[in-house]
C-alpha cells in the first residue's frame, strides 16, 4: 500500500487558492464559464430534462432550497442541484475534456462544488479552489485506471472517477480534515457507478449517471462531515476503486507530481457537441471541405481512423451508427457527425434536428470508419486520419489533436460566444452577459452568486 487515498484526501483537503499557479486559477474560471452554458442550456431544451425535473419533485427533494440549477430562478436543495446541474451539463456533450484520462471533468465536479459552496457560504476563491481540486483528483484516478482498459470493462469514467472528483470539491468546501475526506472518498467508492451500455439503444443514462457522480460526490462529503465512517485505502485498497474497475491500474499515477503538475491544465474545450473522439476527424473534414470548395455530391467514399476506443464508442456497429434517430446516438455518431459536416460546412447543437435526413443518410453509407495503429501509443487517443475519394482526387489527412486542447485553448472571445450562444436564447442576452461575468471574476468574489442573474425563463 502506497496510501494514494490519503495523499489525494490531504491533497484536496488543504488547497487554497494562493497556492494555486495564476494560470491554474484563470483557466479554472473559464472551464467553469464553459459549463455554465452547457447547463443553462441542457436544462432548457434537452429531451431528458422534463423527466429529471419529474423525479426531483416525485422522488422528494424538489423542496425550495438554496441551491441554483443555472438558468432557473428558483432555488433547490443540494442534492437536487447537484444532480440537475450535473445531467443537464453533460446532456449537449458539449462540455469539457481531459484527453489523457478520456473523461469530462466540470460535469460531476462543478454542480457538487456549487452545491457545497451555497451550502455553506463560501467564497469564490474557496470555489475555484475547491474546483480544481476536484479536477485534479478525478482526471488523476482516470489516468490511474487507464482509461482503454477502463472502458474495455465497460465503464464510463466521467461517472466513476468523477464521483471521487465530486466529493473532493464538496469535501474541500465543507471544510474537511485529510482524514475525514480519506472517508468521503470511501463513501464515494461505494457510490462510483457508470455504464457504457447506453451506447446500445441511444439511452438517456448517461446524462443521469454523471448527475449522479456529482450528487453522490456531494452525499458522501457529507456524510463524512457528520462522522460516518468511510472505508480506508478507498482507491488502492485489494477491493478498491482501481483494482475493481480496471485490469491495469497504476496507483502511483494518481499521486505523481501531485501540487506541481496540474492536469487542469490539460483540460480541454469542445467545438462540436459531439463525443470527443469525433472532434479531430469533424476539423480535418471541414478543412478539407474548405479548402478544395467540395460539396457533399462530390464525396464519393470517406474513411476516417479512429484510436480503438474512438471505435468502440463512435463507429461499432457501422450499420447502426449510419442509421442513428434519437440525439444521443447522434452523439456517438461518427458517420452522422462527419455526414452533416460534410453536407453544410459546419455542426452545432442545432444540428441534431437532422436525425433522419434521407441526404446525411446517404452520406453516411459513404463513411467508413476502422482502427487507425498509427494512434495508439500516443500522449492521447483523439486523433484521426482521413482519406476522401472525389472525382477531383483524393485528399489524405492526419489530424494529431482536436481543435480546443490545451495547446489550442479558445480565447476569451470565443469561449463568451460559444457561452452566449447556448446561454442567451434562454435567459437573455443581459443576463447571460452578467452570469459571464459574475464567473469570470469568482476567484476574487467575497461568496458564490450566480443565480443573481438567473431569469424566470420557463
Same mark, same amino acid.
Given at each position: 500500500?502506497?496510501?494514494?487515498?490519503?495523499?489525494?484526501?490531504?491533497?484536496?483537503?488543504?488547497?487554497?487558492?494562493?497556492?494555486?499557479?495564476?494560470?491554474?486559477?484563470?483557466?479554472?474560471?473559464?472551464?467553469?464559464?464553459?459549463?455554465?452554458?452547457?447547463?443553462?442550456?441542457?436544462?432548457?431544451?434537452?429531451?431528458?430534462?422534463?423527466?429529471?425535473?419529474?423525479?426531483? =419533485?416525485?422522488?422528494?427533494?424538489?423542496?425550495?432550497?438554496?441551491?441554483?440549477?443555472?438558468?432557473?430562478?428558483?432555488?433547490?436543495?443540494?442534492?437536487?442541484?447537484?444532480?440537475? $446541474?450535473?445531467?443537464?451539463?453533460?446532456?449537449?456533450?458539449?462540455?469539457?475534456?481531459?484527453?489523457?484520462?478520456?473523461?469530462?471533468?466540470?460535469?460531476?465536479?462543478?454542480?457538487?462544488?456549487?452545491?457545497?459552496?451555497?451550502?455553506?457560504?463560501?467564497? +469564490?476563491?474557496?470555489?475555484?479552489?475547491?474546483?480544481?481540486?476536484?479536477?485534479?483528483?478525478?482526471?488523476?484516478?482516470?489516468?490511474?485506471?487507464?482509461?482503454?482498459?477502463? *472502458?474495455?470493462?465497460?465503464?464510463?469514467? @466521467?461517472?466513476?472517477?468523477?464521483?471521487?472528483?465530486?466529493?473532493?470539491?464538496?469535501?474541500?468546501?465543507?471544510?474537511?480534515?485529510?482524514?475525514?475526506?480519506?472517508?468521503?472518498?470511501?463513501?464515494?467508492?461505494?457510490? #462510483?457507478?457508470?455504464? %457504457?451500455?447506453?451506447?446500445? $439503444?441511444?439511452?438517456? $443514462?448517461?446524462?443521469?449517471?454523471?448527475?449522479?457522480?456529482?450528487?453522490?460526490?456531494?452525499?458522501?462529503?457529507?456524510?463524512?462531515?457528520?462522522?460516518?465512517? +468511510?472505508?480506508?485505502?478507498?482507491?488502492?485498497?485489494?477491493?478498491?476503486?482501481?483494482?475493481?474497475?480496471?485490469?491495469?491500474?497504476?496507483?502511483?499515477?494518481?499521486?505523481?507530481?501531485?501540487?506541481?503538475?496540474?492536469?487542469?491544465?490539460?483540460?480541454?474545450?469542445?467545438?462540436?457537441?459531439?463525443?470527443? *473522439?469525433?472532434?479531430?476527424?469533424?476539423?480535418?473534414?471541414?478543412?478539407?471541405?474548405?479548402?478544395?470548395?467540395?460539396?457533399?455530391?462530390?464525396?464519393?467514399?470517406?474513411?476516417?481512423?479512429?484510436?480503438?476506443?474512438?471505435?468502440?464508442?463512435?463507429?461499432?456497429?457501422?450499420?447502426?451508427?449510419?442509421?442513428?434517430?434519437?440525439?444521443?446516438?447522434?452523439?456517438?455518431?461518427?458517420?452522422?457527425?462527419?455526414?452533416?459536416?460534410?453536407?453544410?460546412?459546419?455542426?452545432?447543437?442545432?444540428?441534431?434536428?437532422?436525425?433522419?435526413?434521407?441526404?446525411?443518410?446517404?452520406?453516411?453509407?459513404?463513411?467508413?470508419?476502422?482502427?487507425?495503429?498509427? %494512434?495508439?501509443?500516443?500522449?492521447?487517443?483523439?486523433? #484521426? @486520419?482521413?482519406?476522401?475519394?472525389?472525382?477531383?482526387?483524393?485528399? =489524405?489527412? @492526419?489530424?494529431?489533436?482536436?481543435? +480546443? =486542447?490545451?495547446?489550442?485553448?479558445?480565447?476569451?472571445?470565443?469561449?463568451?460566444?460559444?457561452?452566449?450562444?447556448?446561454?442567451?436564447?434562454?435567459?437573455?442576452?443581459?443576463?447571460?452577459?452578467?452570469?459571464?461575468?459574475?464567473?469570470?471574476?469568482?476567484?476574487?468574489?467575497?461568496?458564490?452568486?450566480?443565480? #443573481?442573474?438567473?431569469?424566470?425563463?420557463?
Amino acid at each position: 500500500m502506497s496510501n494514494e487515498t490519503l495523499t489525494l484526501a490531504a491533497y484536496a483537503a488543504g488547497i487554497r487558492l494562493a497556492d494555486i499557479p495564476a494560470d491554474v486559477v484563470a483557466r479554472a474560471e473559464r472551464l467553469i464559464l464553459d459549463f455554465a452554458g452547457n447547463i443553462v442550456r441542457g436544462g432548457f431544451e434537452t429531451d431528458s430534462a422534463p423527466s429529471l425535473r419529474a423525479l426531483v =419533485e416525485k422522488a422528494g427533494f424538489g423542496a425550495p432550497g438554496p441551491c441554483t440549477v443555472l438558468g432557473e430562478a428558483r432555488g433547490y436543495g443540494p442534492a437536487a442541484a447537484a444532480l440537475l $446541474n450535473g445531467a443537464f451539463g453533460h446532456s449537449l456533450d458539449f462540455d469539457d475534456t481531459h484527453a489523457a484520462s478520456s473523461l469530462h471533468p466540470s460535469a460531476p465536479v462543478i454542480p457538487a462544488a456549487l452545491a457545497a459552496a451555497e451550502l455553506t457560504g463560501a467564497s +469564490g476563491a474557496d470555489f475555484v479552489a475547491a474546483v480544481i481540486a476536484g479536477y485534479e483528483v478525478c482526471c488523476r484516478l482516470g489516468l490511474a485506471l487507464d482509461p482503454t482498459r477502463h *472502458y474495455a470493462r465497460g465503464f464510463h469514467p @466521467t461517472a466513476t472517477a468523477g464521483t471521487f472528483g465530486a466529493a473532493a470539491a464538496a469535501g474541500r468546501l465543507l471544510g474537511l480534515a485529510p482524514d475525514t475526506m480519506a472517508a468521503a472518498f470511501g463513501v464515494a467508492g461505494s457510490q #462510483a457507478a457508470g455504464s %457504457l451500455q447506453f451506447l446500445a $439503444n441511444g439511452a438517456w $443514462n448517461k446524462r443521469y449517471q454523471v448527475g449522479a457522480a456529482a450528487m453522490n460526490g456531494l452525499m458522501a462529503a457529507l456524510l463524512a462531515a457528520e462522522g460516518f465512517h +468511510g472505508s480506508r485505502a478507498a482507491i488502492e485498497g485489494e477491493h478498491g476503486f482501481l483494482k475493481g474497475y480496471s485490469d491495469g491500474a497504476d496507483p502511483a499515477v494518481a499521486v505523481a507530481g501531485l501540487g506541481r503538475h496540474f492536469e487542469t491544465l490539460r483540460i480541454g474545450l469542445k467545438p462540436y457537441p459531439s463525443c470527443r *473522439y469525433t472532434h479531430a476527424a469533424l476539423d480535418g473534414l471541414l478543412a478539407l471541405r474548405a479548402e478544395h470548395a467540395l460539396k457533399a455530391d462530390d464525396i464519393q467514399q470517406v474513411d476516417i481512423g479512429l484510436h480503438r476506443n474512438g471505435i468502440t464508442l463512435t463507429a461499432d456497429p457501422l450499420p447502426e451508427k449510419r442509421r442513428v434517430r434519437a440525439v444521443v446516438e447522434g452523439q456517438f455518431s461518427m458517420p452522422f457527425t462527419a455526414a452533416v459536416a460534410l453536407d453544410q460546412g459546419g455542426f452545432g447543437w442545432d444540428d441534431y434536428r437532422r436525425l433522419g435526413d434521407p441526404v446525411l443518410d446517404a452520406m453516411s453509407d459513404r463513411i467508413s470508419v476502422f482502427a487507425d495503429p498509427r %494512434l495508439e501509443d500516443r500522449p492521447h487517443p483523439f486523433g #484521426a @486520419t482521413l482519406r476522401l475519394t472525389t472525382p477531383q482526387g483524393v485528399f =489524405e489527412r @492526419t489530424i494529431p489533436d482536436p481543435s +480546443g =486542447e490545451p495547446e489550442t485553448f479558445p480565447d476569451d472571445a470565443a469561449l463568451r460566444a460559444k457561452f452566449m450562444t447556448l446561454s442567451a436564447p434562454v435567459i437573455g442576452a443581459d443576463a447571460a452577459g452578467a452570469l459571464a461575468d459574475a464567473i469570470l471574476n469568482l476567484s476574487s468574489s467575497d461568496a458564490v452568486k450566480l443565480n #443573481a442573474t438567473a431569469s424566470a425563463s420557463r
